[in-house]
């Protein structure tokens, strides 16, 4: 199972980015997709979540700016996330996982988002 994460880097306040997850080794279409981040000194925390059938919830430090969205058919999930705060600033992890199984989650190695003026 890989996850790869890309599309962070360095934005203004008010800006906007599309981070995207590439993942394999997976029946993707089964799996539920959350994007979780952390930032320096903090724990991680889940940030928003689809599932399969495109169900999704966000946290609300987030809801009205950022969306989460997934294509099936070339396993990647996103989030699109706008009108970014310095608060957003922080490493994001994609995780995919089999809900109410006991089957491990898969997490990526994480993209850097840094909100800065």
């Known amino acids: 199972v890989q996850l790869v994460e890309s599309g962070g880097g360095l934005v203004q306040p008010g800006g906007s980015l599309r981070l995207s997850c590439a993942a394999s080794?997976?029946?993707?279409?089964?799996?539920?997709m959350s994007w979780y981040r952390q930032a320096p000194g903090k724990q991680r925390e889940l940030v928003a979540t689809?599932?399969?059938?495109?169900?999704?919830d966000y946290t609300e430090s987030v809801k009205g700016r950022f969306t989460i969205s997934r294509d099936n058919a070339k396993n990647m999930v996103y989030l699109q996330m706008n009108s970014l705060k310095p608060e957003d600033t922080a490493v994001y992890y994609c995780?995919?996982?089999?809900?109410?199984?006991?089957?491990?989650?898969?997490w990526g190695q994480g993209t850097q988002v840094t909100v800065s003026s």
């Open positions: 080794g997976i029946i993707f279409r089964f799996y539920s």
């Open positions: 995780k995919a996982f089999l809900a109410r199984t006991s089957v491990p989650d898969n």
């Open positions: 689809i599932t399969g059938g495109g169900a999704t």
